[in-house]
């Protein structure tokens, strides 16, 4: 079946641009989560969705930084007035539930100019 | 601060070698426990779950719990140079429901 899916895969922007990052989960998955991974780092932790709502979150750096999800399913990480230090990769994933496996989508690539 | 503690490496050895990478975290609620392998440019695939104290074997990775010494291992039997990768250990914090927390990764190269 399907896996998670990301778009887009790059994303080029000048500093103080909005961004729109989507993630589409596996079909079922009630569980979605964000992450954030810099060069040669390990995974940052963004935000938690359970269904439509978000219990946890706790790790997005900034105000800048909010998500939402809808249906149940698809999720819209949305960075504002973007800055250089937001370039990164930005992983989505999703799981059946808290704490099954989570299965990470390709990720968007983002560069802030 | 919760933590999950891995050596970055590189950690290098030969083809058919047992390839040995571990991890330690810092918080006694934590109860799962995952390896994720991570290819350069790739998103992170998951090896391993585990979840009780002792040794857990599928096919040429065997992953290992010891939550007294809050320490999880990854041992990688017959090494091939497609398990060059970086390997990723995750521990749940929080009690049973909480969110996953990841160690940096160690660099695992398999010289032929």
């Known amino acids: 079946g399907a896996g998670v899916s990301q778009s887009p895969s790059n994303k080029v922007t000048e500093k103080g641009k909005d961004v729109e990052l989507r993630c589409d989960p596996i079909?079922?998955?009630?569980?979605l989560y964000w992450y954030r991974q810099s060069l040669g780092q390990g995974l940052e932790f963004l935000i938690y969705?359970?269904?439509?709502?978000?219990?946890?979150k706790s790790g997005l750096p900034s105000d800048r930084f909010s998500a939402e999800r809808t249906g149940g399913s698809v999720s819209t990480l949305t960075i504002q007035r973007t800055q250089q230090e937001d370039s990164a990769v930005y992983l989505c994933?999703?799981?059946?539930?808290?704490?099954?496996?989570?299965?990470f989508g390709p990720g968007t690539r983002l560069l802030v100019l | 601060q919760k933590e999950v503690e891995q050596n970055s490496g590189p950690l290098s050895v030969p083809e058919g070698a047992i390839a040995s990478l571990n991890c330690t975290y810092s918080?006694?609620?934590?109860?799962?426990f995952f390896w994720y392998r991570q290819y350069s440019g790739k998103s992170p695939e998951l090896i391993m779950s585990?979840?009780?104290?002792g040794d857990k074997e599928d096919g040429r990775f065997t992953a290992q719990l010891n939550k007294a010494s809050q320490y999880v291992s990854l041992l990688i039997r017959d090494s091939q140079p497609s398990d060059s990768a970086t390997y990723l250990c995750?521990?749940?914090?929080?009690?049973?429901?909480?969110?996953?927390?990841f160690g940096k990764g160690t660099k695992l190269s398999v010289k032929p």
């Open positions: 585990i979840y009780s104290n």
């Open positions: 079909s079922g998955h009630t569980a």
């Open positions: 995750a521990a749940n914090y929080g009690g049973s429901q909480g969110n996953l927390i």
């Open positions: 994933a999703s799981s059946l539930g808290r704490p099954e496996t989570q299965y």
């Open positions: 969705f359970q269904g439509n709502s978000a219990p946890d």
């Open positions: 918080d006694r609620g934590s109860q799962s």
